[in-house]
């Protein structure tokens, strides 16, 4: 688990946007992937939850081109439609 120097409460990760979805109340639902090895970071966002712990959230992309890059999940990134063209 890597933790911001600045706040020893943090908890950082890397992941993959899976799903976003609105709820029935209009309220926003938001899923990640992370990889495998982030089982620490995970037992982190459990106690979270248990606790009722609100997040304060701050999403920075890694790469502008995923098509560039493995996805933080571990699966390689899948060629963009103009790749697979030839364009």
Same mark, same amino acid.
């Given at each position: 688990?890597?933790?911001? $120097?600045?706040?020893?409460?943090?908890?950082?990760?890397?992941?993959v946007?899976?799903?976003?979805?609105?709820?029935?109340?209009?309220?926003?639902?938001?899923?990640l992937?992370?990889?495998?090895?982030?089982?620490?970071?995970?037992?982190?966002?459990?106690?979270?939850?248990?606790?009722g712990?609100?997040?304060?959230?701050?999403?920075? $992309?890694?790469?502008?081109?995923?098509?560039?890059?493995?996805?933080?999940?571990?699966?390689?990134?899948?060629?963009?439609?103009?790749?697979?063209?030839?364009?």
């Amino acid at each position: 688990m890597t933790k911001d $120097p600045q706040d020893s409460s943090s908890i950082q990760f890397k992941a993959v946007v899976y799903k976003v979805q609105t709820t029935v109340d209009y309220g926003i639902r938001v899923t990640l992937d992370l990889p495998e090895s982030a089982i620490q970071e995970m037992a982190a966002l459990v106690m979270c939850k248990r606790l009722g712990v609100v997040l304060n959230i701050t999403a920075v $992309p890694i790469v502008q081109d995923q098509s560039q890059a493995d996805r933080a999940d571990g699966k390689k990134a899948r060629p963009s439609t103009k790749s697979l063209r030839g364009n």
